[in-house]
Nanobody, 127 residues
Framework: QVQLVESGGGLVQPGASLRLSCANS????????MGWFRQAPGKEREFVAA????????RYADSVKGRFTISRDGAKNTVILQMNSLKPEDSAVYYC????????????????????WGQGTQVTVSS
């Protein structure tokens, strides 16, 4: 069973940092390829960052490249999204997702490739 729970969102000023966590109460996160997506009001949900099942490959949306980092903490069965230099356009509900696709080295960027989703955590960047 997979249950993803995001935390760490909040209201911050431009330039600040936030650390989002995605805890899985079921199977180990190392059993899945993991991803983060976000949805701003009036917009479609979009890809943010992804990590392969092996943990060796990552991919980022161009809009967050160099500012966001996705990683995995196996001991805590958690996936982390470290967000630095936040901008107002980063404001959105952020969702964690897990993919049970079999390839260990592949990074998945399409929502269609993910089987399990968290409930989301709100991130607001505003002065």
């Amino acid at each position: 069973q997979v249950q993803l729970v995001e935390s760490g969102g909040g209201l911050v000023q431009p330039g600040a940092s936030l650390r989002l966590s995605c805890a899985n109460s079921g199977r180990a996160v190392s059993s899945f390829a993991m991803g983060w997506f976000r949805q701003a009001p009036g917009k479609e949900r979009e890809f943010v960052a992804a990590l392969s099942k092996s943990g060796t490959s990552t991919r980022y949306a161009d809009s967050v490249k160099g500012r966001f980092t996705i990683s995995r903490d196996g001991a805590k069965n958690t996936v982390i999204l470290q967000m630095n230099s936040l901008k107002p356009e980063d404001s959105a509900v952020y969702y964690c997702a897990a993919s049970s696709m079999v390839s260990s080295g592949t990074v998945y960027t399409s929502q269609l490739e993910y089987d399990y989703w968290g409930q989301g955590t709100q991130v607001t960047v505003s002065s």
